[in-house]
C-alpha cells in the first residue's frame, strides 16, 4: 500500500506555528517522504523531502519518526499565502509519486 | 526558464470528439507524467515517461494516450471524450526518476458535454 493518512483539514491563526501530520505506517526503509502543497487554482508545488532525521528549507521542516512510521510538516510563521492543501507522499515504485487527498489549510488572520 | 508549460487553460469539448493536450518542458527533464484532478479530490496519475521513447500507464490511463517523441514535449491525447473525462490535468517533469522534484504546470481544465 502506497498511501498516507492525513487529517482533511485544519486551521491555524496567522504569524503561528503549523504542525501538518502524516502517518505512513507502510513505508519501506529507502523510500523518501514528499511533501507538496497546492495553492488555489495552481499547479502543485514541491515543499520539502527526507528520509530519516529532521531536514529544513526557507519553506518549512520536516521532521521524521525515529521508526518512520508518521512525519511531521512544520510551518514556522504560518502567512495567509500558505492557506493552500498539503500533500504527504510516499514513492510507489521508482517512477511514480501517489497524491491522496492532503490536508487543507486554512489560515485565520 | 519558462518551466512547464501547458496548452490550452480551457477546454470544452462534446461528448465523442478528440483532442489533444499539450505539455512542455524546457529544463531538459528525463520524467514527465500526466495527472487528473476531479472536484475535492487528490491527483491521479494517468501516464508517465521516464525519457523519449518509453512511456507507460499510470493508475487510471483507460481513454487517453500519449507518446514522447521528444525530451522537451509529453502530449496527451483524449482519443473519443466523456463527461467523465471531465477535470483539471496537470502535467508535470522532474529531471530523473517520478521521485526527484516535480515542476508541475499550470494546468488545463477541461469539460466535456
Known amino acids: 500500500d502506497a498511501k498516507t493518512t492525513q487529517p482533511n483539514s485544519m486551521e491555524s491563526n496567522e504569524e503561528e506555528p503549523v504542525h501538518l501530520p502524516c502517518n505512513h505506517s507502510t513505508i519501506s526503509g529507502t523510500d523518501y517522504i514528499h511533501w507538496y502543497r497546492q495553492l488555489p487554482s495552481q499547479g502543485p508545488e514541491y515543499v520539502i523531502h527526507?528520509?530519516?532525521s529532521n531536514v529544513n528549507n526557507r519553506m518549512a521542516s520536516l521532521a521524521i519518526a525515529e521508526d518512520r512510521k508518521s512525519s511531521t510538516l512544520i510551518l514556522h510563521r504560518a502567512t495567509l499565502r500558505d492557506a493552500a492543501v498539503y500533500y504527504c507522499?510516499?514513492?510507489?515504485?521508482?517512477?511514480?509519486?501517489?497524491f491522496g487527498t492532503g490536508t487543507r489549510l486554512t489560515i485565520i488572520p | 526558464n519558462a518551466g512547464v508549460t501547458q496548452t490550452p487553460k480551457f477546454q470544452v469539448l462534446k461528448t465523442g470528439q478528440s483532442m489533444t493536450l499539450q505539455c512542455a518542458q524546457d529544463m531538459n527533464h528525463e520524467y514527465m507524467s500526466w495527472y487528473r484532478q476531479d472536484p475535492g479530490m487528490g491527483l491521479r496519475l494517468i501516464h508517465y515517461?521516464?525519457?523519449?521513447?518509453?512511456?507507460d500507464q499510470g493508475e487510471v490511463p483507460n481513454g487517453y494516450n500519449v507518446s514522447r517523441s521528444t525530451t522537451e514535449d509529453f502530449p496527451l491525447r483524449l482519443l473519443s471524450a466523456a463527461p467523465s473525462q471531465t477535470s483539471v490535468y496537470f502535467c508535470?517533469?522532474?529531471?530523473?526518476?517520478?521521485?526527484?522534484?516535480?515542476?508541475f504546470g499550470p494546468g488545463t481544465r477541461l469539460t466535456v458535454l
Open positions: 507522499i510516499r514513492p510507489f515504485g521508482n517512477e511514480k509519486l501517489t
Open positions: 515517461s521516464v525519457g523519449a521513447g518509453i512511456t
Open positions: 527526507g528520509l530519516t
Open positions: 508535470a517533469s522532474s529531471e530523473g526518476q517520478g521521485t526527484d522534484t516535480q515542476y
